[in-house]
């Protein structure tokens, strides 16, 4: 499912001044302020995997994160929000006011295409968003599920390894039609060069893993995020004709086994209607974490 939330901590807002008592300022995010951003983000790994990925492969500066970064702080010098407003929205906060905030930085980015966030706070960033913002062209519901330690132990899969430069044809359209599924619009048609130079740079990175037997891919999963503390993977695929018989499980877990010691989970959203992908993965030791919408603008 590629999927890149829309964010807000679910904390009280004791450590901070009460709106009347300070104001607060957004500014762009430059390469020098990394350590104190990645510092703010990391104290809540899993739901802001995307952001420290980004900042941790591309910098704060880079056309690689497809937007810019904003921070917001008070006149303490506190920070109280991150955000990466472009292509698509992510927004770290811990009061009210960095969120109006954000909105109101987002209004002016014309180019974005998904925000995506808990459920509990994407109806309040809307309110200070839709008025002067894009349209909303289509909504959903994810479930974002985590992965820790112990693991079950299944069969390996041979044939599970990193992606090669031959595999993208076959990689390439599965991909594309799990992005028109979730999203109404096929990447292809949209942004062919661009969606085809993000996917071949994501297994020159050995990003993406795969199983393929007799010219056809059986499965794949996408890492597209790695942090000390978490690993954010999308895209997974299960060919029909394998499914049911244990096959996407064995490569599940497979991968697990591969990447938890190198990180504290593994996490993961899904589709709050796609039962079968659900139980899939709870059957893989995935457990739920928190309830996301998805607001695809026009």
Same mark, same amino acid.
């Given at each position: 499912?590629?999927?890149?939330?829309?964010?807000?901590?679910?904390?009280?807002?004791?450590?901070?001044?009460?709106?009347?008592?300070?104001?607060?300022?957004?500014?762009?995010?430059?390469?020098?302020?990394?350590?104190?951003?990645?510092?703010?983000?990391?104290?809540?790994?899993?739901?802001?995997?995307?952001?420290?990925?980004?900042?941790?492969?591309?910098?704060?500066?880079?056309?690689?994160?497809?937007?810019?970064?904003?921070?917001?702080?008070?006149?303490?010098?506190?920070? $109280?929000? #991150? *955000?990466?407003?472009?292509? %698509?929205? /992510?927004?770290?906060?811990?009061?009210?006011?960095?969120?109006? &905030?954000?909105?109101?930085?987002?209004?002016?980015?014309?180019?974005?295409?998904?925000?995506?966030?808990?459920?509990?706070?994407?109806?309040?960033?809307?309110?200070?968003?839709?008025?002067?913002?894009?349209?909303?062209?289509?909504?959903?519901?994810?479930?974002?599920?985590?992965?820790?330690?112990?693991?079950?132990?299944? $069969?390996? #899969? *041979?044939?599970?390894?990193? %992606?090669? /430069?031959?595999?993208?044809?076959?990689?390439?359209?599965?991909? &594309?039609?799990?992005?028109?599924?979730?999203?109404?619009?096929?990447?292809?048609?949209?942004?062919?060069?661009?969606?085809?130079?993000?996917?071949?740079?994501?297994?020159?990175?050995?990003?993406?893993?795969?199983?393929?037997?007799?010219?056809?891919?059986?499965?794949?999963?996408?890492?597209?995020?790695?942090?000390?503390?978490?690993?954010?993977?999308?895209?997974?695929?299960?060919?029909?004709?394998?499914?049911?018989?244990?096959?996407?499980?064995?490569?599940?877990?497979?991968?697990?086994?591969?990447?938890?010691?190198?990180?504290?989970?593994?996490?993961?959203?899904?589709?709050?209607?796609?039962?079968?992908?659900?139980?899939?993965?709870?059957?893989?030791?995935?457990?739920?974490?928190?309830?996301?919408?998805?607001?695809?603008?026009?």
């Amino acid at each position: 499912m590629s999927l890149i939330p829309f964010m807000r901590a679910i904390t009280t807002e004791t450590q901070y001044l009460a709106t009347a008592e300070v104001t607060a300022s957004v500014k762009t995010l430059a390469d020098e302020q990394k350590s104190r951003v990645l510092a703010f983000l990391e104290e809540r790994p899993i739901h802001t995997v995307v952001m420290v990925g980004l900042i941790r492969h591309n910098g704060l500066v880079s056309p690689f994160n497809r937007g810019t970064f904003y921070g917001c702080r008070n006149e303490q010098g506190q920070i $109280e929000g #991150v *955000a990466l407003v472009g292509h %698509a929205t /992510l927004i770290e906060t811990r009061t009210d006011r960095a969120l109006e &905030a954000f909105a109101k930085v987002a209004r002016n980015c014309t180019t974005t295409h998904l925000i995506m966030g808990e459920e509990q706070c994407i109806d309040e960033f809307w309110t200070h968003y839709s008025d002067g913002g894009q349209e909303l062209r289509r909504k959903g519901r994810a479930v974002l599920l985590e992965l820790q330690w112990p693991i079950e132990v299944r $069969e390996e #899969v *041979a044939e599970l390894r990193r %992606a090669i /430069l031959a595999d993208l044809d076959l990689i390439l359209p599965v991909h &594309a039609r799990m992005a028109l599924c979730e999203s109404g619009v096929d990447p292809r048609e949209k942004d062919s060069t661009g969606f085809r130079q993000r996917c071949l740079r994501r297994i020159e990175q050995g990003r993406t893993l795969a199983c393929i037997q007799g010219g056809k891919l059986m499965f794949k999963a996408e890492i597209a995020f790695e942090t000390p503390k978490a690993i954010y993977l999308e895209g997974v695929w299960v060919s029909p004709e394998t499914r049911h018989q244990g096959y996407g499980l064995r490569c599940m877990t497979q991968l697990a086994r591969t990447l938890l010691p190198r990180t504290r989970s593994i996490c993961l959203f899904v589709n709050d209607k796609n039962k079968e992908a659900r139980q899939f993965y709870e059957l893989a030791g995935y457990k739920p974490r928190g309830m996301y919408n998805t607001i695809f603008l026009k």
